[in-house]
């Protein structure tokens, strides 16, 4: 099998660390860490790092953020990110505001793993710390087998949707509903549709902001299990109070952190997540 690039993932930031995974880069040359974020529809970077790293840049649609709101945004159509040794040129990133958070943790942005490189499978394993590109799809099973021989594997069907990491699961005795593997999200959640009458007369907290800094809000719902392929996972669930948009459920690294996730590869192809 052939390994085109495997660099260290951290979770660690300038002020303490965080729940997402964190690669180091050179953008343009700049140093910085990006988020290996599957529920990103595109490659992003801050205003703070592509005026550093001199990205032209010019007006373009406003995206949404997690929380369904309106971002103002900029395109940026020649971008070269260094990982490891690999350059990956990218002609088509969006470019936001510079959110607090990123700020202060020294993020310069998100990388959509499934974008990576076209053909390309992309191998995020939470469990060792590292990612994995590799050279052709072909590989992907023999890489997988050899690094976490016994591990229960799932291979779920990609949903086509918004070019996020989408599969179908259910939760509990619920019908199955399309459901985003996001590596960027904290925790998991579901829209009030995915489990109708979960949530109903509990109390709505804050669960965060969005990176356009609207405040998101949601119930909690402790003690259920999430149904996806052939494994039953527990899950202790938050109801969302905003629009979730293609996804109706969002599984995060409450759920992700220690497994493997491969992404990306020829159109239609399966994603496999390797679970101990």
Not at 115 to 138: E, F, I, K
Not at 238 to 250: K, P, T
């Amino acid at each position: 099998m052939s390994v085109r690039l495997t660099e260290p993932i951290t979770f660690e930031t300038i002020d303490g660390t965080t729940h997402a995974p964190l690669v180091e880069t050179l953008v343009n040359g700049i140093p910085t860490r990006l988020i290996l974020d599957t529920g990103a529809s595109d490659h992003l970077l801050t205003v703070d790092l592509g005026e550093k790293a001199g990205v032209a840049t010019e007006p373009g649609e406003p995206g949404t953020d997690s929380t369904g709101s309106a971002v103002p945004s900029w395109q940026a159509h020649e971008v070269t990110v260094r990982i490891g040794e690999v350059n990956f040129d990218f002609s088509d990133v969006v470019v936001i505001g510079t959110p607090p958070p990123f700020r202060s943790m020294g993020i310069g942005g998100t990388l959509s793993p499934q974008h990576l490189r076209p053909g390309s499978p992309v191998v995020l394993d939470l469990s060792a710390g590292r990612v994995v590109v590799l050279m052709t799809a072909d590989d992907l099973d023999d890489w997988l087998a050899d690094a976490y021989p016994g591990w229960h594997a799932l291979r779920l069907p990609a949903v086509d949707g918004d070019g996020t990491v989408l599969v179908e699961a259910a939760i509990d005795s619920f019908a199955p509903v399309v459901t985003m593997l996001d590596t960027g999200a904290k925790a998991t959640y579901a829209a009030p549709d995915a489990g109708p009458g979960l949530g109903e007369g509990g109390v709505a907290r804050s669960t965060g902001r969005g990176v356009g800094g609207t405040e998101a809000f949601g119930v909690d719902v402790p003690g259920r299990v999430l149904h996806i392929g052939d494994a039953a996972l527990p899950v202790d669930l938050l109801i969302a109070g905003h629009d979730l948009g293609v996804a109706r459920c969002v599984v995060g690294m409450d759920l992700l952190r220690g497994t493997v996730l491969a992404v990306g590869g020829p159109p239609g192809s399966a994603i496999r997540w390797l679970l101990p």
